[in-house]
């Protein structure tokens, strides 16, 4: 124990800076002693089990930055300091260095119980250590282990990187016997820390097993497709204009004065993000991964419009279906104050007293207009939409209802319900993807539009009303709710009961990886037909026409497809669309470096506390949001600066 306790005193000193009492007790599984956790295999493997267990939950809003950190969903007021403290604090710009908000550095922050990843570093280089010494650990078995011990280090190192910038790399444990400024680690260089993170990747990938044979046991460990498509994204990344020859980050130097961000923009990094996905796609494909399509044989003459909305909702909310390259087992979006209860609004006028549920994370009107019109192109570029007439797109307007058979609205928008203008003619990705005030929402027990007896519940939320600011806390600040989120086979029951139908959270899906692909071919080499066979297969499941027809018959820029630079922002929207709210736009926009601009701007949203469709209808500034350089990265705690004579603050803090 005594040896332990050393080793931790100077390993936490140099990686973390950090005051060690809080490591010093630190004994994975609670062994005596360091040799007892290698000396057989199931020992070995609760310690493998424990290298895992420091991955950050990001299935759950409170540990994610991503979910409510950024310009995508906002929380009300009164649910500020209560469920969610940290990343709402991001989003109003309260972040500072004395006790940073997730702080994934030296751990808990803002946050109770979030675990410090350079804690995982260490622990997976006691693993690596030691692996060697379990005396009845088959060769196969060993070499796996080890693979995914390796991917995991990099994984945590990844994280860090994206989140703080140049890190300190934690390759080896340092010696007891090592000298003092050995452990007085500094940053590295971003293409250093890059390049040991694919080098792991590299080392995992040979040895990973291609698929998950006992799915009963294993599911959600790592495989060669998720170390290769983990790879694509780093190296995306490394080559996006945030790392790429970034020069308003020429100041950010070590204290001997190393450069740490590149000034030269390499167009090569491109190339090799795009061998890193297409390496990642093959491996994907060969094992039988596709774009998820929902199997409409399950409700019986179900209409093409939910047929697709179930496409897309569960690509992302059922567990393990084909397009799920890795799922985070560490976060299962279950429990009454999961991810998904927190989604869903009251929709049951039956039941209105069920509080099981809080209903209050709440996109934002930005993202409402982000998604294209019906025709596939953004709503203010279609010359046809909404009668072209853009300005008019908070206008109030009228479903027709069933009763008329040419009104397509009729599966989206409750019949003869007043909404606005905004809700009408978009893509099904918006109805997969948002709740809204009149918006049908399809599932939640009721599957069957053609069943009188069990009409398909639609979302009511003007004040006053069942999913309105009347209900406490339990309401949206924006008038919208993310139903990508929730699952359709979650059930609102009587009491305070939500069956929650539980999957674990989506890290990467193939499509995700697809739209990688397109962006980084045409960053290298400008449209193709190659680009366009990845966001097009996107499109198609989405309902969509192809890039070139939507654009050439659709749009006042028909032209805007056939540049780089224009091809570039459509493939940005599509994957803010495609992805939305599954915690990417967070880091798309950094690491395009467009946050300074979508970031800056007012957070918006409907006049929530109003009774009538008129009154309602009429956007509300609700916070202004500000972005400035230093936002780009966390800082450090200034206690790890004051132990550590080498490590200097992130830039800008």
């Not at 596939?376 to 279609?382: A, I, K, S, Y």
């Not at 399809?442 to 009347?470: C, H, I």
Request: with cysteine; hydrophobic share 35%; charged share 20%.
């Amino acid at each position: 124990m005594k040896h332990i306790k050393a080793f931790y005193f100077v390993l936490m000193l140099a990686l973390l800076g950090s005051s060690c009492k809080k490591y010093l007790d630190f004994v994975p599984d609670n062994m005596a002693v360091l040799d007892d956790a290698f000396s057989m295999r199931s020992a070995a493997e609760k310690y493998l089990f424990t290298c895992y267990s420091f991955m950050p939950i990001t299935g759950n809003v409170d540990y994610n930055p991503a979910f409510t950190g950024g310009d995508e969903i906002m929380i009300p007021v009164e649910m500020q300091g209560v469920d969610v403290v940290a990343n709402d604090f991001l989003a109003h710009n309260a972040q500072n260095i004395v006790n940073p908000y997730i702080d994934y550095w030296a751990g808990g922050g803002g946050v109770n119980g979030l675990k410090s990843l350079y804690r995982g570093i260490s622990t997976c280089n006691i693993f690596l250590d030691n692996v060697h010494k379990v005396p009845d650990l088959y060769p196969d078995e060993r070499m796996r282990w080890t693979a995914e011990v390796k991917f995991l280090k990099a994984y945590y190192h990844y994280w860090l990187l994206r989140s703080y910038g140049p890190i300190p790399l934690g390759k080896e444990n340092i010696p007891i016997t090592s000298e003092v400024d050995a452990f007085y680690l500094k940053r590295s260089p971003v293409d250093s820390c890059v390049g040991y993170i694919v080098s792991l990747l590299d080392e995992a990938a040979m040895d990973l097993p291609v698929r998950i044979d006992n799915t009963t046991a294993e599911l959600g460990r790592i495989t060669n497709p998720v170390a290769l498509s983990l790879k694509a994204q780093v190296l995306v990344m490394a080559a996006s204009p945030l790392f790429n020859g970034n020069t308003e980050f020429a100041g950010y130097k070590n204290k001997d004065g190393e450069l740490l961000f590149n000034q030269t923009y390499d167009a090569a990094k491109w190339q090799k993000a795009a061998q890193a996905c297409s390496d990642a796609i093959k491996a994907c494909e060969a094992v039988g991964m596709k774009l998820y399509r929902y199997n409409s044989n399950e409700v019986t003459g179900l209409p093409q419009e939910y047929v697709t909305q179930m496409s897309l909702r569960n690509s992302v909310t059922e567990k393990w279906n084909p397009e799920i390259i890795w799922a985070n087992t560490q976060s299962w979006t279950s429990g009454l104050n999961g991810l998904q209860a927190n989604s869903q609004p009251k929709i049951d006028k039956d039941r209105a007293s069920n509080f099981s549920f809080k209903g209050f994370l709440a996109p934002t009107l930005k993202m409402a207009e982000l998604f294209y019109s019906e025709n596939g192109v953004p709503v203010e570029e279609d010359k046809t939409w909404n009668g072209g007439d853009y300005s008019g797109r908070y206008d109030i307007q009228t479903a027709k209802g069933a009763s008329d058979n040419s009104d397509k609205h009729r599966y989206y928008i409750k019949d003869d319900y007043t909404t606005s203008s905004l809700h009408f003619n978009r893509e099904p990705r918006f109805y997969s993807s948002l709740g809204f005030d009149g918006g049908i929402w399809y599932g939640q027990g009721r599957f069957d539009p053609a069943d009188a007896n069990k009409p398909l519940f639609w979302v009511e939320a003007k004040t006053m009303q069942v999913a309105g600011g009347s209900s406490g806390e339990r309401y949206s600040g924006t008038g919208y709710w993310p139903k990508k989120l929730v699952n359709a086979k979650n059930v609102i029951g009587v009491s305070n009961t939500y069956d929650v139908e539980s999957y674990p959270w989506p890290e990467m899906r193939l499509a995700d990886l697809y739209l990688l692909y397109a962006e980084v071919l045409n960053e290298s080499a400008g449209p193709s037909a190659e680009v366009f066979k990845y966001i097009d297969s996107v499109r198609s499941r989405a309902g969509l026409r192809p890039v070139a027809e939507a654009w050439t018959n659709y749009s006042k820029n028909p032209s805007k497809y056939t540049t780089k630079e224009g091809l570039r922002n459509i493939i940005h929207q599509e994957r803010l669309i495609e992805l939305a709210f599954e915690g990417k736009r967070f880091w798309d926009i950094r690491r395009w470096k467009e946050a300074p601009r979508l970031m800056n701007q007012p957070v918006q949203g409907w006049k929530i506390d109003q009774q009538t469709a008129l009154m309602y209808y009429r956007v509300q500034s609700i916070f202004t949001q500000t972005f400035q350089l230093k936002d780009y990265f966390w800082p450090v705690k200034e206690s790890e600066l004051v132990i550590n004579k080498n490590l200097v603050q992130t830039y800008g803090w």
